[in-house]
Structure formats: structure tokens, C-alpha cells
Nanobody
């Protein structure tokens, strides 16, 4: 069993930045990749970014390319999402997920608004 806990959400103005962090309760050794997803009100959950834990290969949704950066620290068992140049359409609950497993975090709210 792996518990994932997100932190770092909040309210930010358009153009601002936030950094989300996901901490895992157990070793990453059995997990191949981690991902960040988001779900806006009335919309389906969508993939934001993924990263493989061994090689650090990344993948991004087109809507966040060039603005968001996913990274991992295997020793600390954390996966971060640096979000820059935030837009109102980035407003959503952001979830951390261990790819190819049933492990999800509880979510953290990101609101981009004036």
C-alpha cells in the first residue's frame, strides 16, 4: 500500500507560479512512473504530466508544455510540479498518481484568479 499526499496548492493571480509536491509513504522501487492529473468543475480528470522514476523521462499535456515542469527526487520519494505562467483555465483540483496502480492522492486545489 502506498499513500500519496499532495501539498502546495492555493490561490494565485494569472501569470503567477505555484509548486505542487507529492510525497509517497513507501519506496518508489515498485512504481515505474508518477503523474500529475487535474480535474476542473464539470470536466473529466485529465493528464497534466508524467515522469518515469528511473530515467526521469517526462511527458506533458499540450496545454501546459513550456509552462509546467515535473521532477522527482527518488531519495525523498517526492514528485513535484512547478507551474509557471498560470492561467485561469489551469484552475482545478490537482492529483498525484502512481502510474499503472490504483494509488491516488487526495488532491490539492489550485485557483488562478484575480
Amino acid at each position: 500500500q502506498v499513500q500519496l499526499v499532495e501539498s502546495g496548492g492555493g490561490l494565485v493571480q494569472p501569470g503567477g507560479s505555484l509548486r505542487l509536491s507529492c510525497a509517497a509513504s513507501a519506496s518508489f522501487v515498485t512504481i515505474g512512473a508518477m503523474g500529475w492529473y487535474r480535474q476542473a468543475p464539470g470536466k473529466q480528470r485529465e493528464l497534466v504530466a508524467t515522469i518515469t522514476l528511473s530515467a526521469g523521462r517526462t511527458n506533458y499535456a499540450d496545454s501546459v508544455k513550456g509552462r509546467f515542469t515535473i521532477s522527482r527526487d527518488n531519495a525523498k520519494r517526492t514528485v513535484d510540479l512547478q507551474m509557471n505562467s498560470l492561467k485561469p483555465e489551469d484552475t482545478a483540483v490537482y492529483y498525484c498518481h502512481a502510474q499503472y496502480t490504483s494509488y491516488w492522492g487526495q488532491g490539492t486545489q489550485v485557483t488562478v484568479s484575480t
